[in-house]
């Protein structure tokens, strides 16, 4: 554990101060503790900073002035170091309403030097100064006061390291020809938005078994369920899960008897009216008027020539000594060929900087599968 110091901050004025400090800086290391276990909205627990010159924890339970650093974040002057922030942007978007700009993710720019698509920020820091950092606190209850010294610095050795680990991936990035590509990437990753609730259904893992009439009742249940959670701040889970949903939407015959029997008790007494008010507005609708087939499940040359690619982006990355999963996951292979089959082109993020590398010859092995 990091014997650092660090200035704990809790109070409106010194973290104005501190605020107008950071802002002289080019760079800042930023980190987030927060909770999320019971709530649709993560809670903001603490703030982790690091400077050149100093680390500080913000406690967000009490300072209440948040403009000034929301500008910051939103500072494109001002380069801010993160690992893995994907959870952390969301954090800004709800509780600061912040979109950071100008951003370092440490663990995207493993991908473009290394094998390791997803390496801990542990894993990093070990590469790279040598030092080991332990993960006794990773289950602590961050917004419990007063936080112990260990949870403290426990929280600051997440950003002790972020600057030195910044200056020496860019350092590489650039010796290798690759800061481009990584910060183009960068920029198709920056900023969270929640998803259309009508849309929610098509993220629901088993849609697939469902035909269209039934997706007409699985997205009026999903979208009513994502609304809902949003406005009582629930996880979605505890509102109704997923796999009842799916199972309630394929009955033939949809009555109380029916969500008794698939909807858990205490959400069926909850919301069983609601329920089955929606499936009866969505088997009202005319055939017109249901939503579109899923996407159709890919056929043997598909899947093949999915199969091909695959191979291909692991070669291309294996030969530059890049993670794989930047050029060849399934997920986006099958976007590719889904692109090509409804728009005639790839998705956008092979039309940057992957196209040199793999997006060419993804298209040429395509273009006979999934004629445009």
Same mark, same amino acid.
């Given at each position: 554990?990091?014997?650092?110091?660090?200035?704990?901050?809790? @109070?409106?004025?010194?973290?104005?101060?501190?605020?107008?400090?950071?802002?002289?800086?080019?760079?800042?290391?930023? #980190? =987030?503790?927060?909770?999320?276990?019971?709530?649709?909205?993560?809670?903001?627990?603490?703030?982790?900073?690091?400077?050149?010159?100093? !680390?500080?924890?913000?406690?967000?339970?009490?300072? @209440?002035?948040?403009?000034?650093?929301?500008?910051?974040? *939103?500072?494109?002057?001002?380069?801010?170091?993160?690992?893995?922030?994907? *959870?952390?942007?969301?954090?800004?978007?709800?509780?600061?309403?912040?979109?950071?700009?100008?951003?370092?993710?440490?663990? %995207?720019?493993?991908?473009?030097?290394?094998?390791?698509?997803?390496?801990?920020?542990?894993?990093?820091?070990?590469?790279?100064?040598?030092?080991?950092?332990?993960?006794?606190?990773?289950?602590?209850?961050?917004?419990?006061?007063?936080?112990?010294?260990?949870?403290?610095?426990?929280?600051?050795? #997440?950003?002790?390291? $972020?600057?030195?680990?910044?200056?020496?991936?860019? *350092?590489?990035? =650039?010796?290798?020809? +690759?800061?481009?590509?990584?910060?183009?990437?960068?920029?198709?990753? %920056?900023?969270?938005?929640?998803?259309d609730p009508d849309e929610c259904y098509r993220n629901v893992r088993k849609a697939w078994r469902c035909d269209r009439r039934e997706l007409a009742r699985l997205q009026r249940v999903c979208a009513?369920?994502?609304?809902?959670?949003?406005?009582?701040?629930?996880?979605?889970?505890?509102?109704?899960?997923? #796999?009842?949903?799916?199972?309630?939407?394929?009955?033939?015959?949809?009555?109380?008897?029916?969500?008794?029997? =698939?909807?858990?008790?205490?959400?069926?007494?909850?919301?069983?009216?609601?329920? &089955?008010? &929606?499936?009866?507005?969505?088997?009202?609708?005319?055939?017109?008027? $249901?939503?579109?087939?899923? #996407?159709?499940?890919?056929?043997?040359?598909?899947?093949?020539?999915?199969?091909? !690619?695959?191979? &291909?982006?692991?070669?291309?990355?294996?030969?530059?000594?890049?993670?794989?999963?930047?050029?060849?996951?399934?997920?986006?292979?099958?976007?590719? &060929?889904?692109?090509? +089959?409804?728009?005639?082109?790839?998705?956008?993020?092979?039309?940057?900087w992957r196209h040199a590398l793999v997006g060419a010859v993804f298209e040429a092995k395509l273009a006979d599968v999934a004629p445009a």
């Amino acid at each position: 554990m990091t014997n650092a110091t660090y200035e704990y901050i809790d @109070t409106d004025v010194a973290f104005a101060a501190a605020v107008a400090r950071w802002r002289q800086c080019p760079v800042v290391g930023i #980190d =987030t503790e927060f909770i999320r276990t019971r709530t649709f909205y993560p809670i903001a627990a603490l703030y982790q900073i690091a400077t050149d010159h100093e !680390l500080a924890v913000v406690d967000p339970l009490r300072v @209440t002035h948040w403009d000034a650093f929301k500008a910051l974040l *939103e500072d494109a002057e001002i380069v801010k170091v993160m690992h893995a922030c994907s *959870e952390d942007l969301e954090v800004f978007a709800h509780h600061i309403g912040a979109v950071p700009k100008r951003l370092f993710d440490s663990q %995207i720019a493993s991908g473009f030097l290394s094998a390791q698509f997803s390496p801990s920020y542990a894993d990093l820091v070990k590469r790279y100064a040598g030092v080991e950092i332990g993960k006794h606190e990773t289950r602590s209850d961050w917004l419990a006061r007063p936080l112990r010294d260990e949870q403290l610095r426990y929280a600051v050795e #997440d950003v002790v390291h $972020l600057l030195p680990l910044y200056r020496a991936q860019r *350092e590489e990035l =650039t010796r290798l020809g +690759r800061l481009p590509w990584f910060e183009e990437e960068i920029e198709h990753r %920056i900023g969270f938005s929640l998803v259309d609730p009508d849309e929610c259904y098509r993220n629901v893992r088993k849609a697939w078994r469902c035909d269209r009439r039934e997706l007409a009742r699985l997205q009026r249940v999903c979208a009513w369920r994502e609304r809902y959670a949003r406005e009582m701040d629930l996880p979605r889970g505890h509102v109704v899960k997923d #796999d009842q949903l799916v199972e309630l939407v394929l009955q033939r015959k949809v009555d109380r008897e029916a969500v008794v029997r =698939t909807i858990e008790p205490f959400a069926a007494r909850r919301h069983g009216k609601e329920l &089955l008010a &929606l499936i009866e507005q969505a088997d009202a609708l005319p055939e017109d008027a $249901l939503p579109g087939a899923l #996407d159709a499940p890919f056929s043997a040359s598909e899947t093949r020539a999915l199969k091909e !690619l695959k191979v &291909l982006g692991a070669e291309r990355a294996r030969s530059l000594d890049m993670a794989e999963e930047l050029l060849s996951r399934r997920r986006d292979l099958e976007a590719c &060929l889904r692109s090509l +089959r409804s728009e005639g082109r790839l998705p956008m993020n092979f039309r940057g900087w992957r196209h040199a590398l793999v997006g060419a010859v993804f298209e040429a092995k395509l273009a006979d599968v999934a004629p445009a």
